[in-house]
């Protein structure tokens, strides 16, 4: 879609792309609620230079954007204003595109399901009683409704593939430090990386061109040369080795999504890969590590929005009111559970026995992935253990919901970049994606790999009705 | 009373750590590019990263950098090979980002020393780090009639935190550490240190034990002294206050205790119990940072001569003492200005005599730097030259010296002006000489029957006979030649 956009755009303008995604907005969103901030009279529409020459690209409401509210869907942000575009927007820009709107996300992208906003739930345009995945629900739900030509996301444990194959649509997560993250309202610093969120592997290439590189007022962000992603594509997987890592195929993994996959692994060895098992023997600690890690870092991010400077500030008597009042008005339980949990692992007295253990198995996490990438190029494994549960389901009990990110949550422990592409539907006609993971800047065997794969299933034809 | 009380005071033993922050004086913040500068409008010299924005991110400042290592080779400090940032979480108003970017336990200075001039001789006092943090910004309440303001101008500025181990054992050592430190900082020009504009601030750890005991005592961190001389009474008054705690039986408990400077005492600010608990970490927006040895050699060898050195300089190149070598060298600025007057062709001697003696006495009393005296380096020789040459007696120049101060007017012009020109004419002293003898026959008899102080009288006479121009080492010989006759 992003593709033939660029094509459009530059042959009539982007008048016509703007005018029937608004008309889709329109029909469908107040059934899908994937945008928290939508207003065509923002949206810039006499671009006409770069490479993204007038198209409308969407946003996931925790990257900043100059004159668009940015809220990260929380009540504590309400009104916020940034006076600066994040890199990525600011590079967006530079190509041509145009924001289109600003989508919906789980409270500073704290969830897997898109329920915790502040905004209400975004449903998932395949089943509007269930989830879009989360915490990039309303980007992945957005470009499956049709309502976006292609988004940015984020993604901390899996925000940006989780919903992506949820939503049966193209998720990357760049490695860390390949896409500045300035702009984008940290949650779990050491993690976080902003991706694309697109129709397909193509589309996906194309806007990795245009954000990806190094940002002199990001510290964490990689000096390394950035290749023409789109050069990738095509080239097949001839040789390409292709691990299944024992350690994601376990009780839990619902059958129907294990036989996809396994699929997969048919399809690649029958285009010319091999395909071996292999070992990351540390991942069952992974979910426990990243829920001591992530949230020590958001515990500190989060600090900063005490109703002083900017956003929702309660009624208040005095400073600490002022700090109380607007901390507990202001943000919703989810984020508050992970406040709480960060601060607690950072305390005095408990540092050593959780944070500083934590970093310790992320490093044996780490450690297992370059093991693995000495005997195989690219690692195959599923996306999350379940189809997209319904609304509701999961809200209740953070447990089973943070095991929703088991097989996602490794990789930003480790760094690396992977990608969730679809692999097919269930029997109940819902979206099951795939993940491939690529080592250390090694995205261009990513959309390889991914790109040949779409070729040979072309899932991405299908589309849910609405 | 008084020598009961030091009786108590010498059984005790004072304990002092010493926790000193200066204000690089870097162009730019430590993390972001706005202007570092003290004075501007409220929250003019700010941008999305110092005012900890959502979404912005710190870049570290190179000039700070380096001038961090300098201070920490000036002070002998162990310099990292690898060093990283980390956060310190509380919140306050004035820090944007309810945490301040600081370094914890890998500091970019580790273990170094300063050498202090005591009474009876240097003294080395440890330094346990010398570490870069972010400062916090300001609150304002004067004027504001429902809450308070806040300027974030400061927030971000880039401040050093050099820490003593506690290895200080009176407040003179005290003292002498920070003026010793203050003086290297502004040799290294890496900070003004200025207290009043609050580039160099200090806060005390102090806790006493009884002498010969090992262990330390129950710590108390002072804070709120805005000048060395605070730091000295602060600590005298906790010295006592502690021992007349423990000498009555009681016990002291940990807090934080603040300066009152018009009351000249500390109260209590807070106990330990509320101590914050600041949830360090690593900060994961910088990664851990590498300096290479060949990098901390090239800052070495821009380090400037320092204070100790120069003292030594001074001593051999101008054969002043090494008392008024030291005393020159304290102030930078001083030193320059001796230097430079000695470049004129003067005695040293004299020169460091007028200026310690002097100059700085009338400097301190008009509450003037020596950077804004209207007297110059070069002038100042002027006045030294016609003491040399005999134009003027020491004793005119006294007089001299205050009027050059207040009217800017070189020594020639004040001299002339006022008719002070000493007489050297011989024919015109003999003269007065000879008018003196005759007017006074008992204090000649005096002299030629060997009252030697007659003598005294009588040079005294002329002088006065001369309005004190004569130049007294001629009236002196021209006396004992006549009388002699």
Known sequence: MLKESIRLAAREGAERIIESLTQRVREVDSRVNAYVQFDPKKIQRSQTKGPLAGVPVSVKDNICTRGWETTCASKILEGFIPPYDATVVEKLRQAGATIFGKCNMDEFAFGSSCETSAYGPTRNPWDLNRVPGGSSGGSAAAVAAGEAVAALGSDTGGSIRLPAAFCGVVGLKPTYGRVSRYGLVAFGSSFDQIGPITKTVEDSALLMNVIAGHDERDSTSADLPVPDYTKALGRGVKGLRIGLPREFFVKGLDPEIEKSVREAARIYQKMGAVIKEVNLPHTKYSVAVYYIVAVAEASSNLGRFDGVQYGFRAAHGNLRDLYFETRDQGFGEEAKRRILLGTFVLSAGYYEAYYLKGQKVRTLIREDYTKAFDEVDLLLTPVSPTPPFKLGEKLTDPLTMYLSDIFTISVNLAGVPAMALPSGFTKSGLPIGMQLIARPFQEETIFQAAHAYEQETKWFKQNPKL | ?485
């Open chain 2, 1 to 485: 009373m008084v020598q009961a009380e030091s009786k108590t005071l010498g059984r005790y033993e004072p304990v002092i750590g010493l926790e000193v922050h200066v204000q690089l004086a870097t162009r730019s913040k430590l993390f972001c590019p706005c202007p570092a500068q003290f004075g501007a409008e409220p929250n003019l010299n700010t941008c999305p990263v110092c005012l900890g924005l959502p979404g912005s991110l710190p870049v570290l400042n190179q000039e700070a950098l380096r001038m961090a290592v300098k201070a920490g080779l000036a002070l002998n400090c162990r310099v990292a090979e690898r060093f990283k940032f980390d956060r310190k979480n509380y919140f306050y108003p004035d820090l944007p980002k309810a945490y301040q970017i600081s370094q914890f336990n890998k500091p970019v200075n580790g273990r170094g020393f300063l050498t202090v001039e005591l009474k009876d001789g240097p003294k080395k006092i440890g330094i346990t780090r010398a570490h870069l943090e972010e400062d916090a910004g300001k609150l304002l309440h004067e004027g504001v009639k429902d809450g308070s303001l806040v300027d974030y101008n400061r927030a971000g500025v880039p401040l050093l935190e050099i820490v003593s181990e506690p290895e200080i054992f009176t407040t003179e050592e005290a003292y002498q550490y920070l003026t010793t430190l203050k003086a290297i900082l502004q040799y290294l020009e890496v900070s003004d240190c200025d207290m009043e504009k609050g580039s160099l601030r200090c806060d005390a750890n102090i806790s006493i034990r009884p002498r010969g005991e090992k262990k330390l005592g129950t710590k108390v961190e002072i804070k709120n002294m805005n000048s060395f001389r605070a730091v000295e009474r602060a600590l005298q008054f906790e010295i006592e206050r502690q021992t007349g705690v423990l000498t009555e039986g009681g016990r002291l408990t940990q807090e934080t205790r603040l300066w009152n400077e018009s009351r000249g005492e500390t109260f209590s600010m807070r106990s330990k119990e509320y101590a914050h608990d600041y949830r360090y970490f690593p900060e994961p927006d910088l990664v851990p940072f590498t300096l290479s040895r060949a990098e901390v050699e090239a800052i070495r060898r821009t380090l400037p001569e320092l204070p100790n050195e120069r003292i030594q300089r001074l001593v051999k190149d101008y054969g002043i003492s090494e008392y008024d070598s030291a005393r020159l060298v304290q102030e930078k600025a001083v030193a320059e200005y001796y230097e430079a007057s000695v470049k004129e062709g003067v005695s040293a001697k004299l020169a460091a005599n007028w200026i310690l003696s002097e100059l700085l006495g009338h400097l301190k009393e008009a509450g003037t730097a020596i950077q804004g005296s209207k007297v110059s380096a070069q002038s100042l020789a002027g006045l030294i030259r016609l003491i040399e040459n005999n134009t003027i007696s020491g004793k005119i120049a006294k007089d001299v010296l205050p009027e050059m101060l207040a009217t800017g007017k070189s020594a020639e012009a004040v001299v002339k002006e006022k008719g002070l020109v000493q007489v050297t004419d011989v024919k015109l002293i003999e003269t007065v000489v000879l008018k003196i003898i005759q007017a006074n026959p008992k204090g000649v008899e005096d002299f030629r029957s060997g009252k030697k102080q007659a003598a005294g009288f009588l040079v005294g006479q002329v002088m006065k006979e001369t309005q004190g121009k004569a130049n007294p080492k001629l009236v002196n010989e021209i006396l004992e030649k006549k009388l002699a006759k």
